[in-house]
């Protein structure tokens, strides 16, 4: 089965700052990669996701890049503001066969200090 | 309604008791999805529901009984449940096989005394 890791599990940044976050998958079948951030309390809300067709996708301040040779792909996050601070997940999945199980990676807890 | 719903927000159980979890989506997803939380950890998948059938069975205990009346609707029986069962309770939605965006809802926090 599908093995994610995560790294770091503890990532604090100036507010301002860039913070990124990086996972590697070790199934060549997956395909589909979305990031999750949880805030204390609070559900996971899908943030960004990518598929393995594309390299790198963009929205507003979060960036996804995507290594499929490496098995990696990353979460970028430009300009952190107080409301960054979150646990962040990384998944993985094969999309292709209807597989909707994602395996998740261990999270990062992310503080943006003021 | 793009929200993915659960009640109750809080349950407090006895290990003998026999209480149930509620989801509803009204987003006209297909497949539908129980997961686990403890403390500091990743979601932990339990069950997959797609087109109101039962599709993964992530050989969780009996004493855990999930059921999808429509396909709105998602429900997990609980019943002699243990102390370690106490969790954050999530269900979560997706339009259907092969797109897999998931949506989660606010989550069940559970605790078994």
């Known amino acids: 089965g599908e093995n994610v890791e995560q790294h770091p599990s503890t990532l604090s940044v100036q507010e301002g700052d860039s913070a990124v976050i990086k996972c590697t998958y070790s199934?060549?079948?997956?395909?589909?990669f979305p990031w999750y951030k949880q805030e204390l309390g609070k559900r996971p809300q899908l943030i960004i996701d990518?598929?393995?067709?594309?390299g790198e996708k963009k929205d507003q301040r979060i960036a996804v890049t995507l290594n499929k040779t490496a098995k990696h792909f990353s979460l970028h996050i430009t300009e952190t503001q107080p409301e960054d601070s979150a646990v962040y997940f990384c998944?993985?999945?094969?999309?292709?066969?209807?597989?909707?199980?994602?395996?998740f990676g261990t999270g990062t807890r992310l503080t943006i200090i003021p | 309604d793009t929200e993915v719903t659960q009640t109750p927000k809080h349950l407090v159980m006895g290990m003998t008791n026999k209480k149930s979890l509620k989801c509803e989506q009204h987003?006209?997803?297909?497949?539908m999805y129980w997961y686990k939380q403890k403390a500091k950890k990743p979601p932990e998948l339990m069950f997959v529901?797609?087109?109101?059938?039962?599709?993964i069975n992530e050989s969780v205990p009996s004493r855990f009984s999930p059921e999808c009346p429509n396909s709105s609707l998602l429900n997990l029986h609980l019943h002699a449940l243990q102390p370690e069962d106490s969790a954050l309770y999530l269900c979560?939605?997706?339009?259907?096989?092969?797109?897999?965006?998931?949506?989660f809802g606010p989550g069940t926090r559970l605790t078994v005394l």
């Open positions: 979560a939605s997706s339009q259907e096989r092969g797109r897999n965006e998931q949506f």
């Open positions: 199934d060549s079948a997956s395909n589909y």
């Open positions: 990518i598929r393995s067709n594309v």
């Open positions: 998944a993985a999945t094969d999309a292709n066969f209807g597989n909707e199980k994602l395996t």
């Open positions: 987003m006209g997803h297909r497949a």
């Open positions: 529901y797609s087109y109101e059938k039962l599709s």
